[in-house]
């Protein structure tokens, strides 16, 4: 591949993840958003959340953060998942330590896998996951197509929408673990609970959760 790299750069100039400008080398990330992205800086990663004990994101979703994702998830961009990975796996090393035991993610109903062809928190666990230098397993099945948790109104709502959404795959396999588990982005945290609350139920010791971001004035 890399003898043909500087072809494919002229024919397909690389873009930058965040904000789409030329770059003017082979990359990711250009210089003014590497400098400007909204992080969450500090203790600011860090959310408590219902069932799980926290959940840490490197951004905030907002701004080119926002629009990346929404490309990410809605426009075929499954490709981002290689440069969020660093980022959120070094948000992971940074306040979770390794205080988890094995890595999984919130997954697709089957209806909106095959609509949508990848399933996007799974590629961001696995990407993840491999620059931790482990693997993923999977924990959750969705069996509910449930409707988009952006499109509704509040908390409440959102909890009622996802109630028994998911089931367990292996109870055998998460009985005393501690788990990780990935998603894209964290808004009311209706999912990550609800999800928690299946594992725990299931024989699970603990459940941390990692997204890629966070709303702001959660």
Same mark, same amino acid.
């Not at 808004?187 to 609800?194: D, P, Q, S, V, W």
């Given at each position: 591949?890399?003898?043909?790299?500087?072809?494919?750069?002229?024919?397909?100039?690389?873009?930058?993840?965040?904000?789409?400008?030329?770059?003017?080398?082979?990359?990711?990330?250009?210089?003014?958003?590497?400098?400007?992205?909204?992080?969450?800086?500090?203790?600011?990663?860090?959310?408590?959340?219902?069932?799980?004990?926290?959940?840490?994101?490197?951004?905030?979703?907002?701004?080119?953060?926002?629009?990346?994702?929404?490309?990410? @998830?809605?426009?075929?961009?499954?490709?981002?998942?290689? %440069?969020?990975?660093?980022? +959120? !796996? $070094? *948000?992971?090393?940074?306040?979770?330590?390794?205080?988890?035991?094995?890595?999984?993610?919130?997954?697709?109903?089957?209806?909106?896998?095959?609509?949508?062809?990848?399933?996007?928190?799974?590629?961001?666990?696995?990407?993840?996951?491999?620059?931790?230098?482990?693997?993923?397993?999977?924990?959750?099945?969705?069996?509910?197509?449930?409707?988009?948790?952006?499109?509704?109104?509040?908390?409440?709502?959102?909890?009622?929408?996802?109630?028994?959404?998911?089931?367990?795959?292996?109870?055998?396999?998460?009985?005393? @673990?501690?788990?990780?588990?990935?998603?894209?982005?964290? %808004?009311?945290?209706?999912? +990550? !609970? $609800? *999800?928690?609350?299946?594992?725990?139920?299931?024989?699970?010791?603990?459940?941390?959760?990692?997204?890629?971001?966070?709303?702001?004035?959660?």
């Amino acid at each position: 591949m890399g003898i043909f790299r500087p072809m494919l750069d002229l024919l397909f100039p690389p873009r930058c993840v965040f904000c789409r400008a030329f770059l003017g080398r082979s990359g990711n990330t250009c210089p003014s958003c590497a400098d400007a992205l909204p992080v969450c800086a500090g203790e600011r990663a860090v959310q408590p959340g219902e069932y799980y004990s926290f959940c840490v994101s490197p951004f905030y979703y907002e701004g080119v953060v926002r629009d990346s994702h929404h490309r990410y @998830k809605f426009q075929g961009a499954s490709f981002y998942s290689r %440069t969020y990975a660093p980022y +959120l !796996a $070094e *948000c992971i090393a940074a306040h979770c330590g390794t205080r988890y035991d094995l890595i999984s993610w919130v997954p697709l109903s089957r209806k909106r896998l095959r609509e949508r062809g990848y399933d996007q928190a799974r590629l961001l666990a696995d990407d993840t996951a491999a620059v931790l230098g482990t693997r993923t397993v999977a924990t959750l099945k969705k069996v509910k197509n449930t409707a988009a948790q952006s499109g509704l109104g509040g908390p409440e709502e959102r909890k009622a929408n996802i109630s028994e959404a998911y089931v367990v795959l292996d109870q055998a396999s998460i009985a005393r @673990k501690r788990i990780l588990l990935v998603d894209d982005v964290s %808004t009311t945290g209706a999912t +990550l !609970a $609800e *999800c928690a609350r299946c594992l725990l139920k299931a024989g699970a010791e603990e459940v941390i959760c990692a997204t890629l971001a966070r709303r702001l004035d959660a």
